[in-house]
Every structure is written in structure tokens, then in C-alpha cells.
């Protein structure tokens, strides 16, 4: 059985429409998007996902939202805890090479997967399926289907969700997410 660590954005989601996992795990660490980001899963879970999706509330992280040291290690580490105790033997990511941060390079989940094997060894794999496609051919398969636009992957630099401004003073994040639709749309 497998879980999907799920956040609401564009790439989760291809994940989640790709793989169809058996349940879906939000964590909230005190994001300040977090509210919008469980709207966003909790939409998706019940539209178009139909698997249960699970909520686990963990200590804030410190720092700015764009970056936390090892930050995905802890939601990788607690996600593994979460899939062990539940009776689930794999956790999906939503993370594809071509990144910028080390830890959503394949060589990074093959670390996790090892780092795993040798501590317990724990009954459970880590896999990023986004590493094994063309991720432009399955946005562009996906993106004529789904309603992708609804995924959640702003940065709340104005402090309320890019969507509800004009497109000229949307973030990074929500202009990229738009271009990268825009064109998987295109015939």
C-alpha cells in the first residue's frame, strides 16, 4: 500500500493523479500557507483523488518559508513513521530532478532508501515517481484533463493567495505554475 506526502501543489498532485495512492498525508508544520495549502488537499481528495487523506500536525519549523534546513528529510523521516505505524510499504514524493534544492535529486531518495534499509531495517520504500517520466508529457496529459490551475503552491507574499490579486503582482511560484500549464495545455 502506498501514501502520497501531499502538499496541494502542482507536482503532488501530478503524483497523486499518476499513481493513485491508497491515502494521502498532509503535514502541517506552521506554514503560513498551511490553511490554504489542507483547503487545497482536501479539495483534491474529495473531487477527483477519492482516497482518505490524513492530516498530522508537527512542531513548527524555524525559519523563512523558502528555505529550511533539511527540511524535506523531516517529512520524509516523519512520513516513514506515519506509513510504519499505519501499514503502509511506500511513500511517494512529489519532488522531480531539475530542482534546486540536493534532497529532491534521484540520488537523494536512493540515500533515504538506504538510510532506511540500515537503521531498523524499516518495511517501507521511498520513491519520487516524477524521477521516472517525462515530466513535461505527463503535465501536458494531466493538464488537459484536470483542473491543475486549483493546486497550491504559493509562496503568500502578499499575504493572501496570489488568485484572489491581479496576475501582475502574483509570487514566483503561482507565475511559474501558470506558464508551465498554460504551455502543457496548448494542442
Not at 501499514?87 to 514524493?93: F, I, R, T
Request: with cysteine.
Amino acid at each position: 500500500m502506498k501514501v502520497l506526502l501531499y502538499s496541494g501543489g502542482l507536482d503532488s498532485t501530478l503524483v497523486a493523479l499518476m499513481e493513485r495512492p491508497d491515502a494521502l498525508l498532509f503535514i502541517d508544520w506552521g506554514q503560513k500557507a498551511a490553511k490554504y495549502e489542507w483547503q487545497c488537499c482536501k479539495w483534491w481528495a474529495e473531487r477527483y483523488l477519492k482516497v482518505p487523506l490524513f492530516k498530522l500536525r508537527i512542531a513548527p519549523l524555524q525559519g523563512d518559508y523558502s528555505y529550511i534546513p533539511a527540511r524535506n528529510l523531516n517529512f520524509v523521516v516523519t512520513a516513514v513513521n506515519w506509513a510504519v505505524v499505519n501499514g503502509y510499504d511506500e511513500v511517494l514524493l512529489g519532488i522531480k530532478d531539475g530542482d534546486l534544492p540536493p534532497d529532491t535529486k534521484p540520488i537523494w531518495v536512493k540515500a533515504l532508501n538506504l538510510f532506511f534499509s540500515v537503521i531498523e531495517p524499516l518495511p517501507v520504500t521511498i520513491r519520487a515517481p516524477l524521477h521516472e517520466v517525462n515530466y513535461d508529457e505527463i503535465l501536458r496529459e494531466y493538464a488537459r484533463t484536470y483542473p491543475l490551475m486549483k493546486t497550491f503552491s504559493c509562496s503568500l507574499l502578499n499575504r493572501v493567495p496570489c488568485n484572489k490579486l491581479p496576475e501582475n503582482q502574483w509570487c514566483c511560484k503561482c507565475k511559474e505554475k501558470k506558464q508551465k500549464i498554460s504551455v502543457a495545455s496548448c494542442p
